[in-house]
């Protein structure tokens, strides 16, 4: 027998005893203000959240936030009027010089800050990477404690394409100095209506 040989055997010989599988898969979050636990999260990691009555507010906090801004594109149809462009492109290039983008997000978590974006919402999947700024419309009523949660609605299969977006673009690789905007997005502003 060989020392690898001897070495299988013994491990073989050594397994522990088989265990039934967990029948509970998924946990359990519990939040006294789901909206409240989201906005304190998003904004620990550099976004902004603001918790507003209607479309009417959003466009008066863009307006005052970005005013002047060219090269602005939406998919939502109550914001058409804010926007100087399209994200529907047939090449995701034309979208170089995009400064803002809003769009909407179908569910989010209170646990991490993350929201689900999916073709649906993204004519072009590079959009909210490529942005300067990123906006995204959620309601109050689409929040969920955690992930498990999130995924036990999603229908992933759906749509060709989906990611869960939380926070600005960030890293402190380099001395451990965050920077915000490194790679994507230089700012997020998630727009919650009721």
């Not at 307006?63 to 994200?87: C, F, G, H, W």
């Not at 999947?125 to 969920?144: C, G, H």
Request: proline letters at 7%; glycine letters at 4%; charged letters at 20%.
């Amino acid at each position: 027998m060989t020392s690898r040989e001897k070495i299988l055997a013994n491990i073989k010989a050594n397994q522990p005893d088989l265990r039934p599988l967990p029948e509970q898969y998924t946990f359990v979050s519990t939040f006294p203000d789901l909206t409240k636990q989201f906005i304190d999260v998003l904004t620990f990691v550099g976004g902004r959240a603001l918790v507003v009555p209607d479309y009417a507010a959003i466009r008066a906090d863009l307006q005052a936030q970005y005013p002047n801004l060219k090269s602005v594109a939406t998919t939502i149809p109550e914001l058409a009027d804010l926007a100087d462009r399209t994200m529907t492109v047939s090449d995701p290039h034309e979208l170089a010089d995009l400064n803002l983008a809003i769009i909407e997000g179908p569910i989010a978590v209170a646990e991490n800050a993350a929201i689900w974006v999916d073709e649906q919402q993204l004519p072009q999947r590079v959009a909210p990477m490529i942005t300067q700024y990123l906006v995204i419309v959620i309601r109050q009523s689409t929040l969920v404690p955690n992930m498990h949660d999130a995924y036990k609605q999603l229908k992933v299969d759906t749509t060709g394409f989906g990611t869960f977006i939380c926070g600005p673009s960030k890293t402190a690789d380099i001395e451990q100095s965050l920077v915000i905007g490194a790679h994507g997005a230089r700012s997020l502003t998630v727009y919650l209506l009721p």
